[in-house]
């Protein structure tokens, strides 16, 4: 073994490359059986409406889990993001866990899962209530009811005493019933399963939201989400675990509007008419 002089850089300062506004995505399709079958078309979908309507300057981050030729094709030569990542699959929680962890403490990023649609415009409103309220630690544009059966308590805790909090039942039938379509569950026994839940609804200095995010897409800053994040897939194997830790280091939030949505794992005709109505 040799070595001819010292690294130039070795002593140049490290920065953060991703400073502003940063969306991430973690992508996995191992194959194109089975579950994941048609799943091939939701990625594209999620990934085409992430960035088309987002309507503010950002850095799009995939980091790809593993996947098949078919997906890995796609993202290398068609969709092309600024930065991709192609990974062995190491896990949603470690991938996510280096991407927030890339960007800068202040900068504003953004996680979702690869079967999310995004509407129009989806990004601007949840910026605007990560900025509005104090100690924020995720905004999401999904506002679902039985998410606020978990961490929640201490949001709620500090809407009712410094803002006006609201119980009652404000979210859409529909959105919940699209809610159990997306992840498999017969819709009458999803609502007699829910029919004691509510929603939590807080108004500060003029401003809504719901006392809720979702793991599944949400907002945020590096230097508060990145407490409670971690490599260890087994720790948080379960999204809840994270969820609870969010609420007891900041307020976990969610859009009074519906941004984005779960889509599962196939393209059914109202997501396709969904999309065709985002394409017009």
């Given amino acids: 073994m040799a070595r001819v002089g010292s690294n130039p850089n070795k002593s140049s300062p490290a920065t953060a490359t991703f400073r502003k506004l940063v969306l991430t995505c973690v992508t996995h399709l191992p194959n194109q059986e089975g579950y994941h079958a048609d799943r091939l078309e ?13 309507k503010l300057e950002h850095t799009l981050i995939v980091w790809d889990n593993g996947s098949c030729d078919a997906l890995r094709d796609w993202l290398q030569f068609e969709f092309k993001p600024d930065v991709l990542i192609l990974s062995p699959n190491i896990g949603k929680t470690a991938a996510r866990t280096a991407l927030v962890r890339m960007c800068h403490p202040k900068a504003v990023v953004g996680y979702a899962d690869d079967d999310m649609l995004f509407y129009d415009n989806w990004l601007a409103p949840q910026i605007e209530l990560l900025q509005h309220f104090p100690n924020v630690a995720s905004v999401t544009g999904y506002p679902v009811r039985t998410s606020f059966r ?17 119980t009652g039942r404000f979210l859409p039938q529909e959105w919940e019933d699209d809610f159990a379509v997306s992840i498999g569950r017969d819709i009458e026994q999803h609502r007699q399963g829910s029919d004691r839940d509510f929603d ?3 108004t500060y200095n003029g401003k809504q939201a719901y006392c809720t995010s979702h793991h599944c897409q949400f907002i945020g800053r590096p230097d508060t989400i990145g407490k409670v994040l ?7 194997g379960d999204e809840k675990p994270f969820d609870v830790a969010l ?13 984005t949505r779960h889509i599962g794992n196939i393209l059914d005709d109202k997501i396709r ?3 065709m109505a985002l394409a017009t």
Avoid: F, H, S
């Fill in 230 to 236: 971690q490599y260890d897939g087994a720790a948080m």
């Fill in 247 to 259: 609420d007891t280091i900041g307020l976990r939030l969610a859009t009074t509007q519906r941004l």
């Fill in 42 to 54: 939701v990625v594209q979908t999620c990934l085409r409406t992430m960035r088309a309507g987002a």
């Fill in 150 to 166: 978990w961490g929640t308590e201490n949001t709620q805790a500090w809407a009712r005493i410094n803002g006006r909090l609201e």
């Fill in 273 to 275: 008419n969904e999309i």
């Fill in 200 to 202: 939590y609804r807080v």
